[in-house]
């Protein structure tokens, strides 16, 4: 079973930079849909980046230009840097797969939920 651990939240003032880190153990990311999510208080979990099996990337309209996801396939790690953070991007980060050939913006189609990483970004 994958497990994933991610890292790399913090405080941040707007216009700030984060870069997230999502570690995989028990299987390989370049196999899986890798999708990262937020979710904010009172909010549901939404989709702001994936990437496929053949490294195609999908980003939320909300982060467009601003985030990006990578993955090192030697390392088994997937990226999301942040850049211009906003006070609406605070929430916590969570990376998750999706065993699928397709992306979906939906988190019950994705597993191996991670602890998730505080993202708080003061205005």
């Known amino acids: 079973q994958v497990q994933l651990v991610e890292s790399g939240g913090g405080l941040v003032q707007a216009g700030g930079s984060l870069r997230l880190s999502c570690a995989a153990s028990?299987?390989?990311?370049?196999?899986?849909?890798m999708g990262w999510f937020r979710q904010a208080p009172g909010k549901e979990r939404e989709l702001v980046a994936a990437?496929?099996?053949?490294?195609?990337?999908y980003y939320a309209d909300s982060v467009k230009g601003r985030f990006t996801m990578s993955r090192n396939v030697a390392k088994n790690t997937v990226y999301l840097e942040m850049n211009s953070l906003k006070p609406d991007d605070t929430a916590v980060y969570y990376c998750a797969l999706n065993p699928g050939a397709v992306i979906t913006t939906t988190p019950k189609r994705y597993s191996g939920w991670g602890q998730g990483t505080q993202v708080t970004v003061s205005s």
């Open positions: 990437m496929s099996s053949g490294g195609y990337t």
């Open positions: 028990g299987g390989t990311i370049s196999t899986y849909v």
